[in-house]
């Protein structure tokens, strides 16, 4: 008799998007004349830069000859796009990555689910409340924690980011082995200092710990104060594998193109206390596990390096960031308070309320989606998410209803 895998009965019942979806469906049919307008799940809407167009073209026509034709390509990305990512996003900014220590993929939402597997199944884990789910629900499948108790996983170290902390939890007391950051963050939009990166990798150097770092969002970053990379912490390539992503950079979603960096100087230990590298342990997992991105999506990933690509990259940015400008006054006009937004494409608004309470209310009196704060864990609660990824007639639309319906 075939038994399943019981660790996924231990998962919430549905997935955050899910529940929107059905509550947005159902509100849609009741109300077919009111068009609402979504600022919940954190998709883009501009397309791509043209100077990735034009490579996915020419790419695209390699394809169609023989003599340029491409099938299966390397696993870990072309060297083409390896270089481009280490020269411009590591060298750039003074930090030691080698090409062949990163490993292109299609995505971080598969790279950050993934990555757990390398690592054992007793592995003490701290992770953020509130987050982005796919950290917590990858090791909730793995059998890396007990039922969920009141909202909450046994066997995770929860790192509560409220606004006495401003968002960005400190290191705790007790030790952990596999910690998940995520700045710019996802949903809050705060971002970690330096010396509170220092912080979390002096901790993992002093737990023998890893440090999983997603930085899908930093290509939002303004404040030059503010690390991009947790490879500009001194000591970071012995304690961190970090994640990037191409889809809010150059509107990839999708596209799909993303990568992550595993230092070749990064370890950890077996039962017998002997140490690997984890770069060799990846390597086996992607290799074995995943067959490349395409050669025509790589082209495009590497157009966003020449000199054209970045500065269109740069007014995409830009361009939601000026939307979360815009959401950020119109909050605060309202009497709320909110974070995020100055170097993220997320606003977290504090409801003051239940979360879904206001998800309803803007759903019904403004036809404006948000994501309940609730969804993300339990320190979301009395909190919502904006983002700021829409076009900016909507964006304004939705500030105008959402004003009135609040009024
Ligand atoms: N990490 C965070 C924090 C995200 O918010 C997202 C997407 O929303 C991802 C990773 C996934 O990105 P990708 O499109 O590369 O799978």
Redesign the pocket.
């Given at each position: 008799m075939i038994r399943i895998n019981e660790n996924y009965t231990k998962l919430k019942a549905s997935y955050l998007f899910a529940d929107i979806a059905r509550r947005v469906g159902a509100y849609t049919a009741a109300h077919p004349q009111s068009p609402v307008i979504r600022l919940g799940i954190?998709?883009v809407t501009e397309p791509l830069p043209p100077a990735c167009v034009e490579a996915m073209h020419a790419a695209t026509d390699e394809m169609s000859r023989r003599e340029t034709f491409k099938g299966y390509g390397p696993e870990q990305g072309y060297a083409f796009l390896r270089e481009l990512v280490a020269q411009h996003d590591y060298a750039g900014r003074g930090c030691r990555i080698e090409p062949d220590e990163i490993f292109i993929s299609?995505?971080?939402?598969?790279?950050?689910g993934n990555i757990q597997e390398i690592f054992s199944t007793d592995a003490r884990l701290a992770i953020p409340d509130p987050v982005?789910p796919?950290y917590v629900d990858t090791n909730v499948m793995a059998g890396r924690t007990g039922a969920n108790v009141g909202g909450r996983y046994e066997g995770i170290l929860y790192l509560e980011s409220n606004a006495s902390n401003g968002y960005v939890p400190a290191v705790p007391d007790a030790p952990a082995d596999l910690i998940y950051l995520?700045f710019p963050?996802?949903p809050t939009g705060a971002v970690a200092t330096r010396a509170q990166l220092e912080a979390w990798v002096a901790y993992a150097k002093r737990n023998r710990a890893v440090i999983l770092f997603?930085s899908?969002?930093e290509a939002y970053i303004r404040d030059p104060a503010i690390p991009h990379s947790i490879y500009e912490i001194e000591g970071a390539r012995e304690v961190a594998i970090e994640?990037r992503?191409?889809?809010?950079t150059a509107g990839?979603?999708g596209t799909?193109?993303?990568y992550t960096v595993v230092p070749k100087s990064l370890v950890a230990w077996d039962a017998s206390g002997q140490t690997h590298p984890l770069h060799a342990l990846w390597n086996r997992r992607h290799t074995t596990k995943f067959n490349g991105v395409s050669y025509p999506v790589q082209r495009a990933a590497a157009a966003i390096f020449s000199e054209a690509g970045r500065q269109q990259t740069r007014a995409l940015t830009d361009f939601y960031l000026g939307n979360a400008q815009l959401i950020r006054s119109a909050v605060a006009s309202l009497g709320l308070s909110a974070v995020g937004g100055d170097n993220a494409p997320y606003i977290w608004v504090n409801s003051g309320r239940d979360s879904w309470d206001f998800f309803d209310l803007l759903l019904d009196k403004a036809q404006v989606v948000c994501t309940p704060g609730a969804g993300f864990g339990k320190c979301g609660e009395g909190h919502i998410r904006i983002s700021a990824f829409n076009s900016r007639e909507n964006v304004e639309k939705a500030l105008v209803r959402i004003a009135a319906a609040l009024r």
């Open positions: 954190g998709d299609d995505g971080s939402k598969c790279d950050c982005y796919v995520c963050n996802n997603d899908a969002y994640f992503s191409f889809s809010k990839f979603t799909r193109c993303a």
